[in-house]
Every structure is written in structure tokens, then in C-alpha cells.
């Protein structure tokens, strides 16, 4: 039958312009449909491996068990030979190691200031159902229904443009507002070996089911042209990208300014995980509510000295795995910046600007348990330590619409609230 019709089109084309439009309609009929089926299901094979055991998690998400060996990261030209590390060789803060704290709660104390309460939290909301076992290495399974949301198959877990970053040092603001993304960042210039902070976890709403609404650290490295280097890490809610509005998990990594390599979370080969635990791509719970209980969690990422490997640590003691240097070329050597907070993409659907949220949707002059904050930032120096940043600058394209504020003390050290709800008499 395609023959048939084939073989009938290149007849056509002999003929003047409107009867070569038919065919080329015709054609694409055809491959929009079984084709593009026959990809979507190819692609799923690629992506989701072969699990030991499979668990069913309560918001929807199948998480499959598979063997550490099988994820993947090796599907990657440069990682066919690679050997696994199941450990770093070095940590920034070794000393801390027995703490296997993921997240904290707070509550405000009488005099409203935060204190921290002993407190297990469920991290993850599969946790309620099972576990993966040693060896294995959690992984959200891609939906047929995943990847049908993306524009195409390619760009599903790609970013849509490389000009999605906060570019504090030279703001082209007619490029950013046309893009959409918007920022509230703290960030510090120099050279850096790693980053650390403990984020508040909220739930913003999202106006639109192509915008979203992420909180996290960016690591990066290279020019803002197209040879830029970017290590992320936070969570997001990003209904495109998982189908719900729930608060998640994320990672992301590039080694070309967004274009064609890298991605978020396993969704394509790259990062290597070791931990059996944590689901990257998962939601987390419980979240903070408005003047109610505050939970937090702490991501650190860092860079083994010895064999230029960017390692992962989720809480105190989770290592969730590592980017292989090979994947980078800056990066092979340092971060050249450092950004903390958050970002938004405003589409500005109906003409007005988006009422997606940032952080809690709060802006930051409303303090804790009301506005989200970044905590006890910290980067990692030339000696490979932890330590405060010297000089951390902010940035936000439009401060009406979503803000940041810094501030510093004992318990909580470099800290910020930042975030915004969007469209409001300030911001039309
Ligand atoms: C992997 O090892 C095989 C066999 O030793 C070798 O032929 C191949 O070139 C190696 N590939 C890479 C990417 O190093
Ligand atoms: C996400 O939230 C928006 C409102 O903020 C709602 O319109 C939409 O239906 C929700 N999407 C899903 C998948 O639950």
C-alpha cells in the first residue's frame, strides 16, 4: 500500500506545485502515524531498562529496580569501558559522615525563629511501598504518555533553549523576557570545586502546563556561549515533564549550552547512580506549608579531586552518584560560578504575566515559613573544603515579580529568601 501511494507521489511531483503539496500531505499522514508509535516504543526501550523488581508508588510513578550495571548512563559512547565507583575517594566533610539525616523539619519556636526538630521524614513517596535492593539503582519509569506531552520524541528531558540560565554578569533583558525564564538567584564568581545548600521544599502552582517553577543549585563552567558547562541539582515541578504538579527530585547536566547533549535526571546517559534509595525524578513529601511545619532538604555536589568526577550527596550521607568528568570539558577543571534559587517560565499566555509561583509563592520580606529559603550556602575551594562564599552578588530580571533577599547568622550562616507569586498589580 505505501509502495502504491509512494510511486503515485512521484508522479504527482512531475506535475506543477498544488498536486506535490497533496503528496506531501499524504506523506506525512502516513508517518504521523504507525511510525511515530513505533519510535515512541523504541525510545521507551532505550530508556527504561530491564528491572530486577518493580514498585508502585502512590502518585502514579512506576520506580523500576535495576542493576547498577544496566542503567543508562551506559549507553554513552564515552562510558562503554567505564568502570562503576561505588564511593567517592574524597569528601568535602568526611567529619559528618554517621549523619544520615535527608531532610529536616522546622518548626517556628514562640519568638518565631526557626529551631530544628529531631525528625525522620519520608523522603520519597514510594518509600511507602518498597525498596530497591543492594546493587540496584531506583529509576522513574518513562510513560508512553511522557513522552507524547514533549514536542518530539528528541527533546523529551532536554531543556527547550540554551538561553534558559540567569546570566548575571551581562543581562540582555529584551532575551530573557522574550524567553520567559525568570530568575531569583544569589550567586558568587571564582573557582570552585563544588557547592552545597539546604533548600526549603514547597509546591508552587503553575499557571500553565508548559511553564514550571524549580529551586536549586546550578554549577558552571565555560562562556554563556555555546560551550557552557552546567551541573544542576533541586527540585521542580514541571507538569510537561512528569505529567502532575508534584514537587520532585531533579538533576540536570549539559556540556554544550543546552543544545544537544545533556539532560534532566537518568533520561539520558550521563549521570552514574550508586544509591539504591533515592528515585531521581521522584516527588518528595512531605512539603512546607504556609505558616505551618517547614521541611527542607540538602544537596551537595563536588568534585573528586583525583579523578575529576562530580559526585552527588542527597542529605547528610545519601551519595546518589557522580557525572563522569569525560561528559565535560570546563568542568574537567572548575566551576567558574556558583547559582542558588529559583527559576520560572512565564509564557505570558493570555498577554499578562503567568501566576506561576516561585518558591512558596511568597515574597522574601515575608521571612520564614511564609517565603522559601536557601540555607547555610556554602562552596567548596582551592584546598577542596566547604566553606561560606566571600562575595555572593543577587540577580532577578523583574524584582516585582519575583524577588531575593540575602542574610546571614550563626545557625543558618550565608541564607536567602527569595520567590514570588507572579502576576500582581506590581507585576502585570
Ligand atoms: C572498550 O574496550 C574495547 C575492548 O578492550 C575496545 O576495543 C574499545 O575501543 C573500548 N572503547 C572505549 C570507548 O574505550
Ligand atoms: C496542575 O495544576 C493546575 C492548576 O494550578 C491545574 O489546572 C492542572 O489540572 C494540574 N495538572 C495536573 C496534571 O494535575
Not at 109 to 116: V, W
Not at 255 to 277: K, P, R
Request: proline share 6%; charged share 20%; glycine share 8%.
Amino acid at each position: 500500500m505505501m509502495q502504491v501511494k509512494l510511486f503515485f507521489c512521484l508522479l504527482l511531483l512531475l506535475y506543477p506545485f498544488t498536486t506535490a503539496r497533496l503528496c506531501y500531505a499524504a506523506r506525512s499522514r502516513f508517518s504521523g502515524g504507525s511510525r511515530k508509535t513505533v519510535e515512541v516504543l523504541n525510545h521507551l526501550d532505550r530508556l527504561n531498562k530491564p528491572p530486577i523488581k518493580s514498585i508502585k508508588s502512590p502518585d502514579g510513578d512506576i520506580i523500576d529496580c535495576v542493576h547498577m550495571s544496566r542503567q543508562p548512563a551506559f549507553d554513552h559512547a564515552f562510558l562503554k569501558n567505564h568502570t562503576i565507583k561505588t564511593r567517592p575517594n574524597y569528601h568535602p566533610n568526611w567529619i559528618n559522615n554517621d549523619e544520615i539525616k535527608v531532610s529536616s523539619k522546622l518548626n517556628p519556636s514562640k519568638d518565631g525563629q526557626p529551631s530544628l526538630e529531631k525528625h525522620e521524614a519520608i523522603t520519597q513517596l514510594w518509600h511507602s511501598n518498597g525498596k530497591c535492593p543492594k546493587g540496584t539503582v531506583p529509576i522513574r519509569r518513562t510513560k508512553k504518555e511522557d513522552i507524547l506531552r514533549a514536542s518530539s520524541i528528541k527533546s523529551y528531558g532536554k531543556k527547550k533553549s540554551f538561553s534558559t540560565l540567569a546570566q548575571p554578569s551581562s543581562i540582555d533583558l529584551d532575551l530573557t523576557n522574550q524567553n520567559g525564564h525568570q530568575h531569583a538567584i544569589v550567586y558568587a564568581e571564582g573557582q570552585f570545586y563544588g557547592a552545597k545548600a539546604t533548600m526549603n521544599v514547597w509546591n508552587p502552582k503553575i499557571n500553565q502546563p508548559n511553564e514550571f517553577s524549580l529551586s536549586q543549585i546550578w554549577l558552571l563552567g565555560g562562556s554563556f556561549a555555546s560551550d557552557l558547562n552546567s551541573i544542576e541539582a533541586g527540585w521542580q515541578v514541571s507538569p510537561d515533564l512528569y505529567g502532575d504538579n508534584n514537587t520532585r527530585l531533579f538533576i540536570y547536566w549539559t556540556s554544550d549550552a543546552y543544545q544537544a547533549t545533556g539532560c534532566y535526571n537518568l533520561l539520558c546517559s550521563g549521570f552514574i547512580q550508586v544509591n539504591n534509595e533515592i528515585a531521581i525524578g521522584g516527588s518528595i513529601s512531605p512539603i512546607s506549608h504556609y505558616d505551618g511545619s517547614q521541611y527542607d532538604i540538602t544537596i551537595l555536589i563536588w568534585k573528586d579531586p583525583d579523578e575529576g568526577n562530580w559526585w552527588m550527596q542527597f542529605g547528610n550521607g545519601k551519595v546518589l552518584g557522580y557525572w563522569p568528568a569525560t561528559l565535560f570539558s570546563y568542568l574537567t577543571d572548575s566551576a567558574s560560578l556558583i547559582e542558588w534559587g529559583g527559576e520560572v517560565v512565564n509564557t505570558a499566555s493570555d498577554g499578562q504575566h503567568t501566576t506561576t509561583q516561585m518558591g512558596s509563592g511568597e515574597f522574601p520580606q515575608e521571612g520564614f515559613t511564609k517565603a522559601s529559603y536557601f540555607r547555610n550556602i556554602q562552596v567548596v575551594d582551592e584546598s577542596n573544603s566547604l566553606r561560606a562564599p566571600k562575595d555572593i552578588s543577587t540577580f532577578s530580571e523583574q524584582p516585582n515579580c519575583y524577588d531575593v533577599k540575602t542574610g546571614s547568622n550563626g545557625n543558618w550562616g550565608n541564607h536567602f529568601y527569595y520567590g514570588g507569586p507572579g502576576r500582581n498589580p506590581k507585576c502585570p
